[in-house]
């Protein structure tokens, strides 16, 4: 059964780890897709895979959101789920977190899923969709050595509620839904915790949940959080 048949699907920071698992997934399951990703060599890799289209994209840039999904609504008529992925982690805590850093980490995280929501939900609201934020578990419990990262991350889970409520007040046909991965193994998170880090999940953990949040099997869920952790942070 292809659980996302025919549906447009746009993945940011698609090129590698969480997202482009989410690409590979939800294509393998027949949706269309379109590559995001500041990484062109990589991005334009995972496209090839999936069938899909690439497009770089940053996700700090409100024009360059405009742009990407006018490509996704040219190429096949219409946007219907948007994967608010693309972020990066810079190891510091409070004391040793510059304001560049700071301001860098939530430009792409929070202020890039506050474009990327905007962006979809001009094309979806007429005729409907779904938006899927990753947070993280750090937004949940805080995190000291990654603070910045889980500040812009506690950022997310409140525009996803407020995203949410609007299209229910609004009475738009559109969902928004946020996802909080524990550690999982990808390059992003290896790259800080080590290739050793004791449980970490794997990238199609929170794909399946990514999958499932995309199609219609979740057409009654709304503003809700699903922690994909193995139980992780409820032990702490």
């Known amino acids: 059964m292809k659980r996302v048949d025919g549906k447009v699907v746009l993945v940011t920071g698609a090129a590698s780890g969480l997202g482009r698992a989410d690409a590979l997934l939800l294509a393998r399951e027949g949706a269309h897709i379109v590559v995001s990703d500041i990484n062109e060599e990589a ?31 040219e190429r096949y008529g219409r946007l219907d789920v948007l994967v608010n992925n693309a972020g990066i982690v810079i190891p510091a805590n409070i004391e040793t977190t510059t304001l560049e850093q700071y301001r860098l980490l939530n430009a792409i995280h929070a202020e890039g899923t506050f474009l990327g929501c905007q962006a979809a939900l001009g094309a979806m609201k007429e005729r409907g969709g779904a938006i899927i934020n990753i947070a993280s578990i750090t937004a949940l419990r805080g995190s000291p050595q990654v603070l ?42 290896i790259a800080v915790v080590g290739e050793n880090y004791p449980g970490a999940g794997q990238p199609d953990d929170v794909a399946n949940m990514v999958l499932f949040l995309a199609s219609d099997e979740s057409r009654f869920v709304n503003g809700a959080e699903f922690v994909v952790d193995n139980g992780a942070s409820m032990r702490l």
């Open 43 to 73: 991005g334009r890799q995972v496209a090839l895979e999936c069938g899909g289209v690439f497009v770089r994209h940053d996700v700090t840039s409100e024009a360059d959101w405009r742009r990407v999904v006018a490509v996704a609504v």
């Open 148 to 189: 910045a990262y889980a500040a812009a991350k506690g950022a997310i889970r409140s525009l996803s509620q407020s995203v949410a409520a609007h299209c229910i007040d609004k009475g738009y046909p559109v969902r928004c839904n946020a996802i909080f991965p524990g550690v999982m193994a990808t390059p992003l998170v």
